[in-house]
C-alpha cells in the first residue's frame, strides 16, 4: 500500500496527464510482477515473487516453489533475478 501511495503523490496536483504516463509509474513503482505473483522460470521452475526493484522491474527476488523436475520444494531457493542474469521469468 505504501507504493500505491507513493503513485497518487506523484501525480496530485500536477496537470492532468495521460494514462500512459500513468501507467508508467504505476508499473515503476509496482513493478511487472507485484510480491507474491507466481511466476515461471526458463528452466521450467515455479517461483513466487517475494521481492521487486523500482528501477529494474524485471530484476526480481523470487523463492523457487517447484524445481524445474516439477518436484514440490519444503525449503526454497531464493533466487535474485538482479545477480543471476541467466535465469528469467517467462510468465
Known amino acids: 500500500m505504501k507504493k500505491l501511495n507513493k503513485v497518487f503523490k506523484k501525480i496530485k496536483g500536477r ?16 513493478g ?3 510480491v ?3 511466476v515461471l522460470f526458463n528452466n521450467s521452475a515455479i517461483g513466487r515473487i ?6 529494474y522491474t524485471l530484476r526480481l527476488k523470487a523463492e523457487i516453489i517447484v524445481s524445474e523436475y516439477g518436484e514440490r520444494l519444503n525449503i526454497y531457493e531464493v533466487v535474485d533475478l538482479f545477480e543471476d542474469l541467466i535465469a ?4
Open 50 to 55: 517475494i521481492e521487486t526493484r523500482m528501477r
Open 36 to 38: 507474491g505473483s507466481t
Open 15 to 30: 496537470k492532468p496527464v495521460g494514462q500512459s504516463e500513468i501507467d508508467v509509474v504505476f508499473l515503476k513503482t509496482i
Open 32 to 34: 511487472v510482477y507485484p
Open 88 to 91: 528469467y521469468s517467462t510468465h
